[in-house]
T-cell receptor, first 110, second 116 residues
Framework: QKEVEQDPGPLSVPEGAIVSLNCTYS??????FMWYRQYSRKGPELLMY????GNKEDGRFTAQVDKSSKYISLFIRDSQPSDSATYLC??????????FGAGTRLAVHP | GAVVSQHPSWVICKSGTSVKIECRSL??????MFWYRQFPKQSLMLMAT?????????EQGVEKDKFLINHASLTLSTLTVTSAHPEDSSFYIC????????????FGPGTRLTVT
């Protein structure tokens, strides 16, 4: 079982839709959760990070963590074509390492 | 804030030559930097962890004599691909952890290496 599981997609939605991106993880030792966005041929960009269960909001983005279920989500409201990218939910491993899943490709079409 | 740069952004080299890639944290200090490689449509693969003033820690399967890492200051780490071969062609990305932060890492824009 992979440590971080993500549906690779692609997920295709119309502009303005609410997008839900999800990750599950297997190791309950993970305590710090992040979401990155990566455009094609670019480095990942940090969107949000949190270390507690519950919701964290930043503009159109809401990160949700459920440690009991080992399930994390990123919601994007009023999605825009510029949100089309791959979304990564690495978890913090030992020695400051980040453990990456496959990433979910999102396509928002006008 | 939290900007990481990489240089060059794209490099083409001949097989057998060496290539150096620089990673700089521009507005914060980073005791720890990381080097990843990424193949098309795949996720990031951690190659090594670079700590300022000490030897890098390489992931299993990564040849330390081929991928030389130097972290000489709190804002600069370099990756040198020695005796490059076409199979080394990839997208190399560095990241840096802000000393004042937790586990989040800030990534550079990446370097595309093509070995002919």
């Amino acid at each position: 079982q992979k440590e971080v599981e993500q549906d690779p997609g692609p997920l295709s939605v119309p502009e303005g839709a609410i997008v839900s991106l999800n990750c599950t993880y297997s190791n309950s030792a993970f305590q710090y959760f992040m979401w990155y966005r990566q455009y094609s041929r670019k480095g990942p960009e940090l969107l949000m990070y949190t270390y507690s269960s519950g919701n964290k909001e930043d503009g159109r983005f809401t990160a949700q963590v459920d440690k009991s279920s080992k399930y994390i989500s990123l919601f994007i409201r009023d999605s825009q074509p510029s949100d089309s990218a791959t979304y990564l939910c690495p978890l913090s491993g030992g020695y400051n390492k980040l453990i990456f899943g496959a990433g979910t490709r999102l396509a928002v079409h006008p | 804030g939290a900007v990481v740069s990489q240089h060059p952004s794209w490099v083409i080299c001949k097989s057998g030559t060496s290539v150096k890639i620089e990673c700089r944290s521009l507005d914060f200090q980073a005791t720890t930097m990381f080097w990843y490689r990424q193949f098309p449509k795949q996720s990031l693969m951690l190659m090594a962890t670079s700590n300022e003033g000490s030897k890098a820690t390489y992931e299993q399967g990564v040849e330390k004599d081929k991928f030389l890492i130097n972290h000489a200051s709190l804002t600069l780490s370099t990756l040198t691909v020695t005796s490059a071969h076409p199979e080394d062609s990839s997208f190399y990305i560095c990241s840096a952890r802000d000393m004042s932060g937790y586990y989040e890492q800030y990534f550079g824009p990446g370097t595309r290496l093509t070995v002919t």
